[in-house]
């Protein structure tokens, strides 16, 4: 009792802690208690988490009651539907009726009805998939019967303590409270959530334990945490801890698991609900199929607005036209054709009146201006386009198994009409598989041997095979160089300052990093069979015989580094030496072979080469170990000093074991005070770890090298000195396209970083970032400089011909990348973006006074190719020599905060090429967003990070790339890919394509439902504009839906102007779709000039035809429905350039249905649809030969001049898609087919059949 009483007053105080805030302030707080603790029944939560929602996941939209009211609400919300809803009214009233009521509900409920079974059966299926995990059971503490029992998930509430086991998924957002095994640390996969199949770990919090160090569930503890929000990658709040009296203890994201996560090499662990259901991270990122809208549909939006202006006027048109005939002086009412009048009475006021009946008679005759089938033959047709690109084979890339993915389903044609693409580099560009290549440590460059990269590249391309870790890599990299002993190349010994540099910047690399250690098998795609050891018996007994082979010999594994010592001038011999003509060093690895065995056995060690028989730190434990990293950079560093001699044994959250080459066999174990994450503002990462041998408290940060020198503090010359050398390597290192970053330390007093660290974690929630971020920099400052290092990131295949092949699209591509400067420049002049020929425009402005003279002086063409944009001079290259504009992220900040947006995009459009360097994520979006609203193109983003996803997202068209980063880049885009290559044939195809598919189809559209409602106008002038129809009105409601739907998908769906490899070759054939050539402004009023033209002679030859005849209302009619289908028909035909049978047979059934469907009409329908009678009027017009004359003659005039005028344009103003079509089509067939095939070695003759022939 004494124990209850003490919790309920401590729960009291608790919430008295939490809730002293202003209301406002409490709205963004969410307070937890455990449940185990509260005086509730086993199935209840306490305030305040009783208003918090349960753990069930409902993403269904309807019920059985909901249904129906809720699906024809939604889709009435389409102004579509609401059109021809209003218009099946409006045919209801009597006075205004011009067909069958149940007639015109025909269309209308058709479109309704198929909608809605797609709802449903999409509906049904969201309901299959909540039940499932509703129903899924985990195991929840009851604190009745003191243990954790099965429950489903939908039951688990916020506050309740859960136990996960590995290999389950965490089914709610946990608070991290004890992993098993009496560790700190678990690991999750978060693939669910953002595609990142690389491993994370999470750190338990030290709350209340009991006496064997596990957490007790009957223990009261609380949690003040952050509102639900969407951020995945962001948790602040504290927990209070019952044995601390209250006191607060900070959290961040990596004590949350999140729901959707996978518990992995962990056999269990416990954890507090947090957010439960719909206020878990990631149903709050749960979103539908994202929506955008194409520059095609929105010129159909407007043509739409155009048949809106058309319609209204011929309705005015007529309605005047019937006000008019009513109004001529007639002798009786009775004299009146087409309209009667009850009980021969005629008003005065009638005219008027008619005239506004007749009205809304003719917007029901003419409702089909509005093309309503338009919009579902899109979707149809898109759907159709993203499954091909999806089956595109040509597309595969083999090595990851990855096929493109659509996303968006709207805006295919889209693909065609890109004039701006917007590419990051590393992955994109790149392999995005890191290679170590060189260091800078103290001065001192090490250079790898390229044989050993390559060997090491190999290593990290197959980390996926079943290699064994003890047989096959210790044969391969089990000995130190020259790195890990300290020996110069003249075999002298280093001094014990330059040893404890060496030492230093690899137990920096080792440590201070994300990078896993797991030991468990886990088969993923940033996963590594580690492949360096630690020297055992056997690897020592290898070295010994590598090193006295008769012939002098050694093997390449001690060739691995060329050492260079800075002479303290930039003019010195070492910077006058290419990067590239390094050799490994031979002849003085001769000269230390004997220190180099002595290094490794000592001479009082026991037979297995370690001291006094001690146990290897290797065991098989350790040598089966893999490292897993969120970022491709750091696992090549960790991979290179692993075989330098440095390796990381384990890592949790407090600790981090080492194995250092001055430390003997046993491994140094370091606590971890503290872990500064890299964002993309500080551009670098931080550890503080304490020695336990010395009790020195260490800040190691590694960044980017700009970023980092200016953190430095030079307190002699020689500190000056080593910055202005290494400076200088780093120069190097980017110039030869390597990946540079840069390492720094700072020893902490330790009262002062346990007072800083106090802050840090304790910081108010309300601005808990802010506040971090500040004191992360107040810490890391006045650091001593360690070194550099580079890293090579190979371009992908096919990048450089992809890229001039887009150029040749007239397409600008621009490049936007966080690397340093010359890093970028070389990689640009790799991949051929900047041309050798061109003149490099510079940017790199420190001051932001200086950047619009800067810029003014570029665009005056007043500055040097390569000077700085501050130093201005006469430039004397010819004004045909193509410029490439080269800026950094510190000038685009000024830029962007100058109002200097408007020049910049002015000097960038005159550039061939765009280079932005040290950009960040939140600039590269504000580059595209510049360049989509202020030269209002069409622009395509492309990346593979999480860092591009802005930039994706804010394109017109985003286009994510499935790397070795995840797939945040390719989740959020609307297309996704394999790789880089891929991209041209996206565009150059499937982009040209569907743009000229669809507008073909589109313009069609409008064309054949103008040229009906033309011929129904025509008729009007002859009826006194009564309203009377001379076509059945079954044949009207149904002429769009059945008798020419079909082959215009078919068409937009199948057809090509030319084939894949013809466009692939000839980039040039791409502009048709940028150029807008095929749907420009007039291209709509052309076809409504045809459709009006067909009508008129349709009409009227048949009126001719008829005129002295003795033939019914309903066969006139029915003469032109007949001409209207054939000449409809074949103006679809004149637009195919690519007759399959698909196509043939949808044209064939399209002409039989038409004909069977009259025919069965006119012979059961004897009086089924008054006032109209089909009845046997087919089989009449059939029998006469005359009528098919009239129906031939009306054709032939109808499409001959449509014919005649493509000819002679096409003649006289050839495109270069006619060009080629003509050569293809030609006598030179053969010949010139050569000369057009795929440049892409990748594309071969059966890719080009299995893609059109789709």
Not at 195 to 217: C, I, Y
Not at 805 to 814: D, G, R, T
Not at 883 to 901: E, Q, R, Y
Not at 1142 to 1148: A, E, L, N, T
């Amino acid at each position: 009792m004494a124990s209850s009483s003490s919790d309920s007053v401590f729960q009291r105080g608790l919430t008295k802690l939490c809730w002293h805030g202003k209301p406002a302030e409490r709205s963004r707080l969410r307070v937890v208690y455990n449940n185990a603790t509260l005086d509730t029944g086993s199935d209840r939560a306490a305030p305040p988490q009783v208003s918090y929602k349960t753990n069930k996941i409902k993403t269904t939209k309807y019920t059985l009651l909901t249904f129906l009211p809720k699906n024809l609400f939604e889709q009435f919300h389409r102004f579509a539907n609401m059109y021809f809803l209003f218009v099946a009214l409006l045919n209801f009233i009597p006075q205004v009726m011009a067909f069958g009521r149940e007639i015109a509900l025909i269309p209308v409920i058709g479109v309704l009805a198929v909608t809605a079974i797609k709802d449903v059966y999409e509906d049904y299926r969201r309901y299959q998939q909540d039940k499932k995990v509703n129903l899924s059971k985990c195991f929840v503490y009851n604190k009745v019967a003191k243990s954790y029992e099965p429950k489903e998930c939908y039951r688990v509430l916020v506050g309740d303590i859960v136990k996960v086991k590995c290999n389950e998924v965490i089914p709610a957002d946990l608070l991290l409270l004890e992993c098993s095994e009496n560790s700190t640390t678990c690991f999750i996969e978060t693939a669910n959530l953002d595609g990142e199949s690389n491993l994370k770990q999470r750190t338990a919090v030290d709350v209340s334990l009991d006496s064997n160090g596990k957490f007790d569930p009957r223990i009261p503890i609380m949690v003040e945490c952050e509102a639900p929000n969407a951020e995945l990658n962001k948790f602040n709040g504290y927990v209070v801890r019952h044995l601390d009296n209250g006191r607060k203890k900070g959290l961040s994201k990596e004590n949350l698991l999140l729901r959707g996560c996978v518990l992995r090499n962990t056999d269990y662990i416990k954890g507090i609900v947090i957010y439960a259901g719909h206020d878990t991270k990631a149903m709050k990122n749960s979103s539908g199929p994202r929506y955008k809208r194409s520059k095609l549909e929105r010129y159909m939006n407007r043509d739409v607005i155009w048949c809106l202006v058309i319609l209204l006027f011929l309705c005015f048109f007529s309605a005047i036209g019937s006000g008019v005939w009513l109004s001529l002086k007639w002798d009786s009412p009775e004299d009146i054709p087409y309209i009667p009048f009850d009980d021969g009475v005629r008003d005065g006021s009638k005219p008027a009146v008619e005239g506004f009946l007749r009205f809304w008679t003719f917007i029901i005759i003419y409702q089909v201006m509005i093309p309503l089938s338009l919009y579902a033959t899109l979707e149809i047709v898109k759907f159709c386009q993203v499954y091909f690109i999806h089956q595109d084979i040509a597309m595969y890339y083999e090595e990851a198994d990855i096929l493109p993915v659509c996303r968006a389903l709207n805006i295919t044609e889209e693909l065609g009409q890109v004039q701006h693409i917007f590419s990051d580099k590393t992955g994109t560009l790149t392999e995005n598989k890191m290679v170590f290549k060189a260091c800078v440590i103290g001065g001192m460059l090490f250079r790898e041997d390229t044989t050993s990269a390559d060997n090491a590249a190999s290593e990290t391309d197959g980390a996926q095979a079943t290699a064994d870790p003890v047989t096959d890599e210790t044969k391969s990299t089990s000995v130190l160089t020259s790195v890990a002993n300290g020996y110069t190349d003249e075999g002298e010994e280093l001094t014990d300052e330059q040893k404890a540099k060496i030492n230093e910047f690899l137990l920096l690399l080792a440590t201070c990093n994300t990078v896993v250690v797991s030991s468990h098998s886990h088969n993923l795609s940033m996963s590594m069979l580690d492949s360096t050891t630690m020297p055992s018996s056997e690897s020592v007994d290898t070295i010994d015989t590598a090193i006295t082979t008769p012939n002098g010999t050694i093997t390449s594994h001690y060739s691995r580094f060329n050492i260079q010592e800075a002479n303290g001038s930039a003019s010195g011999s070492v910077l006058e030496v290419p990067m590239t003509t390094f050799t490994p060093v031979k002849n003085a690895l001769k000269k230390i072979t004997a220190r180099i065995r002595r290094s490794f056995i000592n001479e009082d060690s026991s037979g297995d080469g370690l001291p006094n028989g001690e146990e290897s730190v290797l065991s098989q434990r350790t040598l089966a170990s893999r490292y897993e990293a969120e970022s491709p950079d750091e696992l090549a560093l960790v991979k290179a000093v692993c075989k330098y001699g440095c390796r990381l044994l384990s890592r949790t959250s407090q600790s981090v074991s080492v194995y250092l080459p001055s430390a003997g066999s046993s491994p140094i174990q370091y606590e971890v005070l503290a872990v500064l994450p890299f964002d993309s503002v500080r551009k670098c990462m931080s550890v503080v770890l304490a020695d336990e041998r010395s009790g020195e408290i260490v800040l190691y940060t590694k960044g980017a090298d700009n970023i980092i020198f200016d953190k430095i503090k030079c307190k002699d010359n020689n500190q000056k000195e080593l910055l202005k050398q290494t400076r200088i390597y780093v120069n190097h290192f980017a110039k030869d396209g390597l990946r540079t970053l840069c390492m720094a330390k700072k020893v902490l007093d330790r009262e002062m970083f346990e007072g800083w660290y106090e802050r840090y974690t304790n910081c108010d929630l309300e601005d808990r970032e802010a506040v971090q971020f500040s004191l992360c920099n107040m810490i890391e400052t006045e650091m001593e400089l360690l070194g550099a290092t580079g890293i090579e990131d190979r371009l992908q295949e096919g990048v450089a011909e992809s890229i001039q092949a887009l150029e040749q699209a007239n397409i600008k591509v621009w490049v936007l990348t966080g690397d340093k400067q010359e890093t970028a420049i070389n990689i640009g002049y790799a991949c051929g973006l900047l041309p050798t020929d061109a003149a490099i425009l510079t940017l790199n402005v420190p001051n932001a006074d200086e950047v619009e003279s800067a810029l003014q002086g570029h665009l005056r063409g007043t500055l040097t190719r390569s000077g700085a944009a501050s130093t201005a001079s006469a430039d004397t290259r010819p004004p045909h020599i193509p410029k490439c504009l080269i800026v950094d992220g510190k000038t685009l900040s000024h830029i962007f905060s100058g109002n200097l947006s408007k020049s910049f995009l002015r000097l960038a459009d005159s550039c061939l090429a765009v280079l932005c360097c040290r950009t960040t994520p939140s600039q590269k979006a504000q580059i595209v967003e510049l360049v989509k609203t202020k030269s209002k193109k069409l622009t395509l983003a492309i990346g593979d990070g999480a860092n591009d996803v802005n930039m994706i997202r804010t394109a017109n068209v985003g286009v994510g790339i499935e790397g070795l980063e995840g797939k945040q880049a390719s989740m959020a885009a609307d297309f996704s890919l394999g790789r880089f290559k891929h991209l041209v044939r996206l565009l150059f195809v499937h982009g040209h394509w569907s743009y000229d598919r669809l507008a073909i189809m589109t313009l069609y559209n409008f064309f054949k439902n103008s040229n009906l409602i033309f011929v129904l106008f025509w008729y009007q002038i002859f009826c006194m504009f009564s309203g009377q129809t001379h076509i059945d009105q079954v044949y009207l409601i149904v002429f769009h839906l059945l008798f020419t739907s079909v082959p215009p998908i078919i068409f937009a769906i199948l057809d090509q102007d030319l084939p894949a490899h013809t466009l692939m070759a000839h980039p040039t054939l791409y502009q048709q779709g940028p150029e807008n050539k095929l749907y420009h402004r007039y291209s709509y009023w052309i076809q409504i000039l045809d459709s009006l033209y067909q009508s008129l002679a349709i009409f009227f030859i048949s009126y001719l035809h008829y005129a002295d005849a003795d033939i019914g209302l309903w066969s006139f009619g029915t003469t032109q429905t007949v001409t209207l289908v054939f000449a409809q028909l074949i103006v679809l035909a004149f637009e195919t350039r690519y007759w399959q049978w698909p196509f043939i047979c949808s044209i064939v059934l399209s002409l039989v249905g038409f004909w069977v469907f009259l025919l069965i009409l006119g012979t059961a329908c004897l009086r089924c649809d008054p006032p109209s009678n089909p009845y046997w009027v087919m089989q009449t017009i059939l029998s006469y030969a005359d009528s098919w004359l009239c129906i031939m003659l009306g054709v032939i005039v109808a499409v001959v001049p449509r014919l005649v005028f493509l000819v002679f344009y096409n003649m006289v103003y050839p495109t270069d898609v006619i060009h080629y079509r003509s050569l293809l089509l030609g006598k030179s067939k053969h010949r010139d087919s050569q000369n057009l095939n795929i440049v892409f070695p990748d594309e071969t003759p059966a890719t080009h059949r299995t893609i059109e022939h789709l």
